[in-house]
């Protein structure tokens, strides 16, 4: 009984479209914006600081990395997960993180984390909405779990 | 020596809150100087720039009907440091300190463990989105203590019952102090309600009489802000609910139904409204906002970093589920004081805003506390633990505050509206040589600018002022003194006159002598003068 709800619940879900992200990075446009970005905040610095306390603020791994972090952090934006999930979807997806946490499942945890960021070298950051689905649902599962 | 460590805290929140106040943001913004310039008013002829003696309930200043509080908290400090950015900013940056003490005393009171109420008063010192607001003239920081101590006083209530007093009492002043909070304090007081629900009945006499005197220094605003228009103006103009693309969108889908009666259900405006609010409620969870850049409005960020560390991120995440998984008992009030805070801001436009959504800074501090307490507790290298961390939390800050000092004043001087203090100061010497003034509007409300930086007495300029109100009831200052606010200057032909316009915008026929540029060398004003 509770697969057949949990099916028709990720059935509906599916169902519902998926909108696109407020914010389409990848990994293209994150290799784009690297150069204006060191180029603009070194010379801002300007000449009269020390070359060395530029090189280790605004480096290429610095601005690499706080690229990746937030086009990892953009494909967890709540309102993009709401427009995709609706308010339902939004509260189970959140139970599954909690469910997760609660039960250390580790592929689910491992799959959860890594799917923003295996996103990231996907073009189309649509496919973010495919694994809100998936997460919801089993969030779902999990949630009519605590029901005998 | 814990008692050490929070001297040097508070040593640090003052530091960082106070060096280089006047230089870092650039310049004052026209509300900073609004407020500073209302208060010297209130200091040397308890009326305030319109003429009204001590209001109550607001100050008019250009329109936007200010609220009083942090007005009156910058009397003092014009008396003591004159007529200055510093003595204007200084009310923020004193009761952002302020703030970071109680949150320390408001942390032992939830967790009673010394070492998390000081990490989370040591967070809140370092955080970027408090700095923001310590360092400038928020009347929301000052806000954000208020109701800060009042939640600390109201949980005091559970030992002694007067304290309910002192608790109603900051939750009114921030109400007085700033318009977001008349938003937050219904629903926190709602929260705490249910949170001390035993005391509040045990305790009820107190209680009600308490509520009593709050209900009667409420009224007053309370009248104001739902009886006038000019209470109702800030929130008509900010509010999603006056928008009418989700009435327009309701219309078009029920037509598309052919307005049949089911048709009229779903497609309800009230649904669409709700989807709106919804959005702008979630949008104040965005982690780009929280954790990378911060408000989209670089006067209330940076926009290098995040409203929070990132390590804060790593931090919170545990302290959310040592809270739930403990079932500690303040999780209510904390999860509660997070889940309301964005209830109020989501109403307006422009999400997520962290000015408006300040009451809710120091939770996510407190909650990192508590995560970094319980990780600590719970790994096994616990030196290794500090140790990285210290690392992490120090080339944080030294970014920030590199980003901060260096970059920030640089970026984004024309968004302080950097200039007009410099502008004021070239046409100061000249200003008694010549029979009038012409200063163009464009960047508005140039007059407040020329009050404060010339210290005009404020009984001269309101024998002399000339001031309408348009149809929004915002307030237009014409003229005073020998200077004539415009922004059509071509049609003041006068000899013997000086022009301040925009840049390229001089009259025909006027000598240029100087063009004002803010920090990043673009021109803000040409000033000129017609012999």
Known sequence: ?148 | MKKYILVLIILTAAVLRLYHLEKVPPSLYWDEISLGYNAYSILKIARDEHGKFLPVTNFGAFGDYKPPGYIYATVPSIAIFDLTEFAVRFPSAFFGILTVLTVYFLTKKLFVRETIALTAALFLAISPWHLQFSRAAFESNMALFFSTAGIYFFIKFKDKHWYIFPSLICFLTAMYTFTGQRLFVPFILIILGLQFKEEIIKNYKSVLLAILLFLVLFFPLFKFATQTIEGRLRFDEVTIFKDLKPINDSTEERRIDDFKPWANIIHNRRFFFLHEYLINYFDAFNPSFLFFKGDINPRLSPQTVGELYLFDLFLILPGIYFLIKNKHKYALLLFGWILISPLGPATARETPHALRMAHILPTFQIIAALGLASLYSLLRFKKSLIIFLSGIVALSIFSYLHFYYVHYPLEYSGEWQYGYKQMVNYVSPLYPKVDKVFVSDYLGRAYINFLFYLKKDPYEYLKTADVSRDNLFFYNVNSFDKFVFTNNMENFDSGNSLYVSAPGHLPAGTIKLKTVIDLNSYPVFDIGIKP
């Open chain 1, 1 to 148: 009984m509770k697969i057949a709800i949990t099916m028709l619940f990720a059935i509906f879900l599916i169902l519902k479209p998926i909108s696109t992200p407020s914010n389409k990075c990848n990994i293209n446009t994150i290799f784009q914006a690297m150069p204006p970005v060191i180029w603009y905040e070194q010379t801002i610095d300007g000449k009269d600081q020390p070359p060395t306390l530029t090189r280790f603020i605004h480096n290429k791994l610095n601005i690499f990395s706080s690229q990746m972090a937030k086009c990892y952090a953009y494909r967890l934006d709540p309102v993009d997960i709401y427009r995709s999930l609706g308010i339902l979807g939004l509260f189970f997806w959140v139970y599954f993180a909690w469910a997760m946490s609660q039960y250390l499942n580790k592929p689910l945890i491992f799959a959860f984390l890594l799917t923003p960021f295996i996103t990231i070298f996907i073009p189309d950051p649509r496919i973010m909405g495919y694994s809100y689905k998936i997460f919801a649902s089993i969030g779902f599962w999990y949630f009519l779990k605590r029901f005998k």
